[in-house]
């Protein structure tokens, strides 16, 4: 029987085999060289792979462990919903300011709180790795999509940056 994870993996790469086939229905335009499916293929070919990746790895778990004759299934951490919640609360807050705070300074807010709501800093070296990761990560998405990609990210109304 598979896990949760054999589960998630299948159900992932179905969904992204799916969504990768509809965008082979769309139309390129003569005057652009890169037709409108070409990053969703990426992304969802990525996807696909990294969702069947995690299927075989549950199905090569599954199969040592009935060559081992441990017929009992590993033990799981108990769930917690509450910070499922909590992250889809925080990231709908990041969603909401992004049209008043503008990419960069949202982001950099939004990476932080779901980096410290994670695993909670502890002492001034940990808040300054939330730090680091925030401005980092923020500082290359910003850079490889407004000027590598020449994506147009949104400007705060409130900050105009």
Not at 48 to 60: Q, R, W
Not at 69 to 88: M, Y
Request: proline content about 7%.
């Amino acid at each position: 029987m598979l896990s949760r994870d054999g589960w998630g993996g299948l159900a992932v790469a179905a969904a992204s085999l799916l969504l990768f086939g509809l965008t082979l229905g769309l139309k390129d335009n003569p005057m652009v060289p890169i037709g409108p499916g070409f990053y969703p293929r990426i992304v969802l070919g990525l996807t696909a792979t990294l969702g069947i990746a995690l299927l075989v790895l549950d199905l090569l778990r599954l199969r040592r462990r009935g060559l081992s004759g441990d017929a009992k299934p590993p033990a799981s951490a108990p769930s917690d919903h509450f910070a499922v919640v909590l992250h889809f609360g925080v990231f709908g807050l990041y969603v909401v300011t992004l049209p008043y705070l503008g990419f960069r300074l949202s982001t950099a807010l939004y990476v932080a709180a779901a980096n410290a709501l994670l695993e909670p800093p502890r002492g001034l070296k940990g808040w300054a790795r939330v730090a680091a990761l925030a401005l980092l990560t923020t500082a290359a998405a910003y850079i490889v999509f407004e000027r590598y990609l020449l994506v147009l990210l949104p400007r705060g109304r409130w900050t105009g940056f």
